[in-house]
């Protein structure tokens, strides 16, 4: 079975602040697919990021940047100098091709002014 | 990537009714995943499914209650059956379009059930 736990419920910054979002995966499987989604108040999932298990290379985009380590299990996002449109919550979540995801049970961002 | 409609965008139901909830993507894609969202959680898993053959429903889930049609490779709908107050919840279907790798979201619907 796969797992994702986000053991961050809430997370509270001010603006321009850094902040990472903790994610840490289970499975057996040797090939998965790991996500970030973002849930703004209006409610639509946007997707972020995948990675796929055999690439840990890192990625940046703008100011996400997304650090995958297969040692620890983790999948972590940081967002750099954070702004008041960041606030939402975030989820991590897990598959293998051809299945539905298994989600976290997400992370409150609020980033105030 | 995939664009994915729902149509109702949310809805006010009264107990005992039912509400047909539509999903349509832009492309044809072999799975469809729908999911519920209840206040305040993540995301859990209601059924796949496949064009041609009957969803698949995770532990919890049944048929009767909420059943899911899938006639074509684009269009998927799901009836929420005999609401309570305990349905309501968002209700967002998914696809993955291609290499069924990266799954999609539509826009999800709000559902009240008084």
């Known amino acids: 079975a796969q797992k994702v736990t986000q053991a961050q419920t809430e997370i509270s910054v001010v603006e321009k602040e850094d902040v990472t979002l903790d994610c840490v995966y289970e499975?057996?499987?040797?090939?998965?697919?790991l996500f970030w989604y973002k849930q703004p108040p209006s409610g639509e999932l946007v997707f972020l990021i995948r990675?796929?298990?055999?690439?840990?290379q890192n990625e940046i985009s703008g100011r996400y940047s997304w650090n995958f380590q297969k040692s620890t299990s983790s999948f972590n996002f940081t967002i750099t100098a954070s702004q008041v449109v960041d606030s939402a919550v975030y989820f991590c979540?897990?598959?293998?091709?051809?299945?539905?995801?298994?989600f976290g049970k997400g992370t409150s961002l609020l980033v105030t002014p | 990537s995939a664009v994915i409609s729902q149509k109702p965008s949310r809805d006010i139901c009264q107990r005992g009714t039912s509400l047909t909830i539509q999903c349509q993507v832009d492309s044809q894609v072999t799975m469809m995943f729908w999911y519920r969202q209840q206040p305040g959680q993540s995301l859990t898993l209601i059924a796949t499914a496949n064009q041609g053959s009957e969803a698949t429903y995770e532990s919890g889930f049944v048929i009767d209650k909420f059943p899911i049609s899938r006639p074509n490779l684009t269009f998927s709908t799901l009836t929420v059956s005999n609401m309570s107050p305990e349905d309501s919840s968002i209700y967002l279907c998914s696809a993955a379009p291609g290499t069924l790798e990266t799954q999609y979201f539509g826009p999800g619907t709000r559902l009240l059930v008084l």
């Open positions: 990675r796929n298990s055999f690439d840990e």
């Open positions: 499975t057996r499987d040797t090939t998965y697919y």
């Open positions: 979540a897990l598959t293998r091709s051809g299945y539905a995801l298994n």
